[in-house]
């Protein structure tokens, strides 16, 4: 079994930076399983949306409201996956979740836990 583990999130001001982690653990705890591996955010009230994704091909695809100051990278030999995020705006205040999922004959999501990211103004 593979358990996914976001860390990085905390309180920041706007325009400041956080970069967040997504490790791979367990058993079979290598990130080069997953097809994709993307972050996820859910704010209060609001439904979870896709910041970010990457493959294993490193094919990168980014939400509108990111894309230049939100950067998704990944060590395989860390098993981990990067959220760089600059330029940080209230607005991106949220709970922050990494998703792997495995294509097979269907698809299987896994989830980390999440990290609050909380921006200031």
């Known amino acids: 079994q593979v358990q996914l583990v976001e860390s990085g999130g905390g309180l920041v001001q706007a325009g400041g930076s956080l970069r967040l982690s997504c490790a791979a653990s367990g058993a079979s705890g290598s990130i080069l399983r997953f097809n994709v591996v993307g972050w996820y955010r859910q704010a209060p009230g609001k439904q979870r949306e896709l910041v970010a994704t990457?493959?294993?091909?490193?094919?990168?695809n980014y939400a509108d409201s990111v894309k230049g100051r939100f950067t998704i990278s990944r060590d395989n030999a860390k098993n981990t996956v990067y959220l760089q995020m600059n330029s940080l705006k209230p607005e991106d205040t949220a709970v922050y979740f990494c998703?792997?999922?495995?294509?097979?004959?269907?698809?299987?999501?896994?989830w980390g836990q999440g990290t609050q990211v909380s921006v200031s103004s």
């Open positions: 990457i493959t294993n091909g490193d094919n990168t």
């Open positions: 998703n792997g999922y495995v294509l097979r004959e269907i698809r299987i999501d896994y």
